[in-house]
């Protein structure tokens, strides 16, 4: 493939990232499930759903990217992603609710893996792959910024109609089509080497074998697998939850909007120097500070009762999991092998998902039993000592790397 021609995908995918991150219910989509009569059991069991959905097809649509290319599986992302922001856009009534949030889910199904596998494939035929940290510490950068200012309009629109938000997102992933359709798909190194193509890669049951050889046979990809995904459930849970525990301290949706806003700003500045603290850490202090750190603001989070305290904690959580966030992607693509690779980054999507169904529902079905603040204490302290035991595994992995 022509080089100018494949370089051309940075900086696309740099706005690429831009639109696919201007999510403009990423701020309010619980309380956009209130204001329709969702009670939190039932929001706890609809997030249930779509993660489960997620864990369905993560590793088929995974293998959708290895076998017909990132792209393909991008551009099914955005089709799937317009009909899910009509339903919800359109939809009165509760069963249709339900369709947009399920095809939601199965859009991300088909980006988790194709998304940064397009980009690390790319920099790696380029003979640029050891700059993908920096790469995506910065692409990560710029996807909370977008973040940011999306849950700032976002929150605003809800206040005037919530037709606006899902408009809007309709018009986002049409822009991000357009985009994607711009992009050239790197063939990997290894697929060239072994002669295989989009016809002749593997059968899809000879790709779960490989991918579940592989998984089985490299530990240190497998612990920080887990360890990413006890994280990662546990923060998206908290920053979900946070829209309502803000929402019972008096804020209104443009003040929660505003937060988050706020909140993925100071993520951004982060996770764009995330490479710069990880040389001064290390792997594996990079590793002890996020898991030590997450667990710490939590306990504040979850125990603190004014504004002064919530939302100070609230910033410093998301501060601590945008470090590692670009930092443990890089560390898994460094073990993973290109024909293989969206398949095995869907195995890790997919743990987060099951790790989603736990927390989430967890905190949402004891909130309605007792109050969210008391839910919130309870799943700290059952899953404090997991994640610490998960993090002690994953640091024995890495040791001396």
Not at 58 to 79: C, F, H, I, N, W
Not at 175 to 196: D, I, K, Q, Y
Not at 295 to 302: C, E, Q, T, Y
Request: charged share 10%; hydrophobic share 55%.
């Amino acid at each position: 493939m022509n080089r100018t021609k494949l370089s051309a995908n940075v900086p696309l995918f740099y706005v690429y990232t831009i639109l696919n991150h201007f999510i403009l219910d990423r701020a309010i989509w619980m309380l956009f499930l209130v204001s329709k009569g969702f009670s939190l059991t039932q929001i706890a069991l609809l997030e249930s759903a779509y993660h489960l959905m997620n864990f369905l097809f993560e590793v088929p649509t995974g293998y959708v990217a290895d076998r017909y290319g990132k792209r393909a599986s991008l551009m099914v992302a955005q089709g799937v992603a317009m009909l899910s922001s009509g339903l919800l856009l359109w939809g009165g009534h509760g069963s249709i609710v339900l369709a947009g949030f399920m095809l939601g889910a199965l859009v991300g199904t088909f980006q988790s893996g194709a998304t940064s596998a397009l980009i690390y494939e790319t920099l790696k035929q380029l003979g640029r792959e050891q700059q993908f940290k920096r790469y995506n510490s910065h692409m990560a950068a710029i996807a909370l910024v977008a973040l940011g200012v999306s849950g700032v309009a976002g929150g605003a629109l809800s206040d005037v109609n919530w037709a606006w938000v899902y408009f809007g997102k309709v018009v986002l992933s049409l822009l991000s089509l357009m985009v994607v359709m711009l992009l050239s798909e790197p063939r990997s190194v290894e697929t060239a080497a072994e002669g295989l193509t989009g016809e002749t890669r593997y059968s899809f049951m000879k790709q779960l074998h490989t991918a579940y050889t592989f998984a089985r046979s490299n530990r240190k990809f497998l612990a920080l697998s887990v360890y990413g995904a006890l994280l990662y459930a546990m923060s998206w849970s908290i920053a979900f939850y946070s829209q309502v525990v803000f929402q019972s301290l008096g804020l209104t949706n443009g003040t929660i909007g505003l937060l988050n806003g706020l909140e993925t700003w100071v993520s951004a500045a982060v996770a764009a120097v995330a490479f710069l603290g990880e040389r001064w850490l290390g792997k594996r202090g990079s590793l002890l500070l996020a898991g030590v750190g997450y667990i710490g603001f939590l306990a504040l989070f979850s125990t603190a009762s004014t504004v002064s305290l919530v939302i100070p904690a609230f910033f410093l959580m998301a501060a601590v999991i945008s470090y590692l966030e670009p930092l443990l992607e890089a560390y898994l693509h460094e073990l993973l092998p290109s024909s293989i690779r969206a398949t095995m980054l869907s195995v890790f999507s997919m743990l987060i998902s099951a790790g989603m169904m736990v927390t989430f529902t967890g905190i949402g079905v004891l909130a309605d039993w007792t109050m969210l603040s008391t839910s919130l204490k309870i799943v700290l302290l059952m899953w404090a000592p997991v994640c610490l035991a998960v993090m002690g595994w994953a640091l024995k992995a890495v040791r001396g790397k």
